[in-house]
Nanobody, 115 residues
Framework: VQLVESGGGLVQAGGSLRLSCAAS????????MSWYRQAPGKERELVAA????????NYADSVKGRFTISRDNAKNTVYLQMNSLKPEDTAVYYC?????????WGQGTQVTVSS
């Protein structure tokens, strides 16, 4: 399993970013995908998740209405569109997949939101 995130960066509060996660090494179309984040000194937390065919999504309460998770199974890629960003969204964002009874993670991409 290989997951490679991209799209992070520095943005002002109220701005937007779109994260991408390119997946390989497993049957992407058959697995739910998730975005997690970890801020300094805090535990990793679920941000959003999407089912294998994209028919169902769920979000952390803190991002509902601002973030949108989506996937393109033809491209083996999952996205996280982040709008109305807040300083408290600052974290390393990780793409995750639960494959073969274990979690696999990408290297993470830093998102920093300035006030």
């Amino acid at each position: 399993v290989q997951l490679v995130e991209s799209g992070g960066g520095l943005v002002q509060a109220g701005g937007s970013l779109r994260l991408s996660c390119a997946a390989s090494g497993f049957g992407f179309n058959s697995y739910a995908m998730s975005w997690y984040r970890q801020a300094p000194g805090k535990e990793r937390e679920l941000v959003a998740a999407i089912t294998s065919v994209g028919g169902s999504t769920n979000y952390a309460d803190s991002v509902k209405g601002r973030f949108t998770i989506s996937r393109d199974n033809a491209k083996n890629t999952v996205y996280l569109q982040m709008n109305s960003l807040k300083p408290e969204d600052t974290a390393v964002y990780y793409c995750g997949a639960f494959v073969a009874l274990r979690w696999s993670w990408g290297q993470g991409t830093q998102v920093t939101v300035s006030s």
